[in-house]
């Protein structure tokens, strides 16, 4: 007989007053903000400004063939770890909600990506949304104590109402200005 190991859960009764406050004030919002420097070349450190100094920064380059130096994630990458990092979050409360018990959860991404305009540097004349990803594909790989409809179920309402899918999928404001 084989024992299932389950992932690490979240604190249930946490998740409880945090979806409570949610209910109580449904309009409240959170800011997240981070702060990108240019270390040379295309490779970046974006410091995230949230108070906790345990995070050292997420550094982002360009591959070789876009004339980066191939140290870390290309940004498009870092965006689509984002995705998967919230889906997954999203994934884990709701099972957690549910009372349903993890044992995996994977999550596979994948984008195609448009940047015929070399970032506006010359390259093919381009309108915004012909840049940028023009698909994302999401495969979730998941296993737990519930049976293949609710894990589906449980992952579909998860995508409903994540923040960083719901930012791709939707229209944000978004402003730009030099300092």
């Avoid at 949610?22 to 070349?41: F, I, L, M, Q, Y």
């Avoid at 920064?57 to 070789?64: C, L, N, R, S």
């Avoid at 870092?78 to 994977?106: D, F, M, N, P, Y």
Wanted: include cysteine; proline fraction near 6%.
């Amino acid at each position: 007989m084989t024992e299932t190991t389950y992932l690490r859960p979240i604190d249930a009764e946490g998740l409880e007053k945090f979806a409570a406050a949610g209910r109580e004030n449904p309009d409240r919002k959170g800011t997240n903000k981070v702060h990108t420097v240019s270390v040379g070349k295309f490779r970046t450190i974006s410091y995230l400004t949230n108070g906790d100094p345990c995070h050292p920064g997420v550094v982002v380059d360009e591959p070789y063939h876009l004339f980066g130096e191939n140290t870390a994630p290309a940004p498009g990458e870092v965006v689509l770890s984002a995705l998967g990092g919230c889906l997954t979050v999203g994934i884990v409360a709701v099972a957690t909600h549910r009372q349903v018990k993890l044992s995996k959860l994977e999550v596979f991404l994948e984008a195609d990506i448009g940047n015929t305009a070399a970032w506006g540097a010359g390259g093919a004349e381009r309108e915004p949304a012909q840049m940028g990803f023009q698909a994302i594909r999401v495969k979730i790989d998941i296993d737990g104590d519930a049976d293949k409809e609710t894990l589906a179920e449980i992952v579909q309402h998860a995508n409903y109402f994540s923040p960083v899918a719901n930012t791709m999928r939707n229209p944000v404001a978004f402003e730009i200005s030099t300092l």
